[in-house]
């Protein structure tokens, strides 16, 4: 007899699904199995895995599974068991709201903030948190999506390393964000600008593949070793200028202690030209794990 999924609230409410021997990926994607049109489900929630005579919930790394009112990365489930909670959507006045599963930690953008104030961060801590990620990405890419928007606003860090959320993939392509359109009459740049690659640019029409993510990735890794995203500028020509055309600055002198592999392989996913950077996240996974081994850094 085969097991039944079924949304107990939200959009797909009563929506059954039906599992067998197959994996089952639950999200708003369609590259989702059990494809949910809830606004505010992840593209890419969770998966169930056939395991003996029953199945495994995974979290997809980012997303923020819960079964049974509990956080989980992968949990044996059993009949009856809730796996996502729905709270609610909607619209006030000129606004959109989703309302979402909370998730223990701290974003990104506030840790990098505190780095002036209470020093660089560990470039080991660095090391490990940009492994998550990888893999985050990397399961990502293998479904065909590219995220277009890893900035440290869409990053939750937690207490320990593998705690770290990649936010909803595919946000920049879902609300059609423009990174170069300025904030401000003055031309002062959003905060995605800085981790933006150079052909995402060229606005929201610009032709992107794995490698923007890539880029993305490492200039926020820059900014966790250093405080800073790799360029920066006070008006968002000033700045599109700087990431177009200049050299990402050297670690060296604002994080001595970070090893030369790791510079290199940053530096390396910093290229200007997408064909010069670490092809995918699988390989660029396999560095990060490949410098850790060396150091001995458990991840």
């Known amino acids: 007899m085969a097991s039944i999924s079924t949304v107990l609230a939200g959009h797909d409410e009563r929506r059954p699904s039906t599992l067998g021997s197959e994996p089952m990926l639950f999200g708003r994607s369609r590259a989702a199995n059990a494809h949910l049109t809830d606004p505010h489900v992840s593209r890419v929630h969770c998966q169930l895995v056939p395991e003996g005579d029953g199945y495994v919930l995974i979290d997809f790394e980012g997303s923020g599974t819960f079964a049974n009112g509990k956080e989980i990365d992968r949990r044996v ?8 909670r729905i709270y609610g959507a909607g619209k006030t006045g000129d606004h959109c709201w989703v309302a979402t599963e909370y998730i223990a930690g701290d974003s990104l953008a506030a840790v990098i903030g505190r780095i002036e104030r209470a020093g660089k961060l560990d470039w080991k801590l660095v090391l490990r948190v940009g492994i998550f990620l990888a893999r985050a990405l990397e399961f990502a890419h293998s479904r065909l999506l590219i995220h277009q928007n890893i900035t440290p606003q869409n990053i939750i860090v937690g207490k320990k390393a593998q705690s770290t959320k990649l936010t909803d993939l595919m946000l920049a392509h879902a609300t059609e964000e423009d990174p170069t359109k300025p904030i401000s009459a003055a031309g002062v740049p959003s905060e995605s600008l800085p981790y933006m690659s150079p052909e995402r640019t060229d606005g929201p029409g610009a032709s992107v593949d794995a490698r923007t993510d890539i880029y993305s990735l490492s200039a926020v890794l820059y900014a966790m070793l250093t405080g800073k995203p790799p360029f920066q500028g006070e008006t968002v020509d000033e700045l599109i200028e700087k990431i177009r055309l200049d050299g990402a600055p050297r670690l060296r002198g604002r994080q001595s202690q970070v090893p030369d592999s790791l510079e290199k392989l940053l530096r390396q996913c910093l290229a200007k030209r997408a064909q010069d950077r670490v092809p995918t ?3 660029l996974r396999e560095q ?4 850790a081994a060396t150091y001995g850094i458990q991840a």
């Open 288 to 291: 990060l794990e490949k410098v």
């Open 281 to 283: 996240a699988a390989a």
């Open 77 to 84: 489930l059993q009949s009856g068991h809730l796996l996502l």
